[in-house]
């Protein structure tokens, strides 16, 4: 009788053991959460099972845990662009620009209440540009041209916009700003103009610069010393309230904030000053957002 073949034992390692969908689970059960996030990055097996791993770790949690992780999942895919639409408004004709746009005047907000000055400007569309002349010299008068935007719910959230500004100051003003675009919530009209931010064009010690405006606070993006054509693309974390930014294809390092409203209007501004305010193309990516859930991505002031 001859003796039994020794099998050589072979190392039990942890991608072995994955092998097995049994094991898999327990292992997926018994890891800490920040684990399991690491496992895709050590090997190709982990890559291909992390949604069985997360599986089995889900199954260990209450209810309450695997309702709020698929709401987080639903709000990512949102986000990520399965339900975005796409807003471009390049003015092909004039006849446009009088349907879609409306014109406003108002009085800007530090002068007071009050009535509005008188107020002269041209509107005109060349080229895929939208050029706003203000005539009049500096008074208590603001000229913008607001857009509503076509949503479902009253919870349209922007996940991107791209536009270009270009400013020209009257040649008797040292000080001064314009072509403002600025995304804003008009849904209450008792409240008044409710403004995400504002990004205008500054002209200030023989230079133009860029700025981002939310609240009482400015944020200087780019100064360039000669009239420029600003190409702004920007990206709204919705979950930190900030907003990374792109000037003429470079970053800038810092991200600025905004405020968490519901957007009803794109608006371009060209403010009390006189002078030429220029827009390129406007495109605005958004999407109408489900009722707030503790792990959304998407909140929005006053939600509870």
Known sequence: MEPPTTVPRRAATLSRLWRTTDVADCIGSYLPTKSLAVLPTVAQQFERDKWRSLVAAL???????????????????QMGGR??????????????????????????????PGETEPVDYTAAVSAGTLVLDRITPRNSTNVMCGYD?????????????????????????????????????????????????????????????????TGNNDYTLKIVPT???????????????????????????????????????VSLKCGEHPGQHTFGPVDVWYSNTPPPQPPSSVRFEGDP
């Open 83 to 112: 339900d975005t639409v796409h807003l471009r408004e390049d003015w092909a004709d004039q006849a446009r620009f009088s349907e879609k746009w409306t014109t406003l005047v108002f009085r800007r907000a530090v002068a007071g």
């Open 59 to 77: 199954r260990q949690q209450p209810r309450r845990a695997v309702a709020e992780c698929t709401g987080a999942l639903l709000s990512a895919l």
């Open 149 to 213: 935007i076509a949503r479902v719910s009253d919870r349209c959230c922007v996940h991107r916009f791209r536009v270009a500004l270009t400013y020209t100051p009257n040649n008797e003003v040292t000080t001064s700003c314009g072509s403002g675009f600025q995304l804003a919530n008009t849904e209450n009209v008792n409240n008044g103009f409710k403004g995400l931010f504002i990004i205008y064009v500054a002209y200030e010690n023989s230079s133009f610069q860029l700025r981002w405006k």
């Open 227 to 265: 009239r420029h054509t600003f190409l702004v693309d920007a990206t709204l974390d919705w979950h930190t309230a900030t907003a990374r930014v792109r000037v003429n294809g470079a970053d800038i390092l810092w991200p600025v904030p905004f405020r968490r409203l519901p957007v009803t209007t």
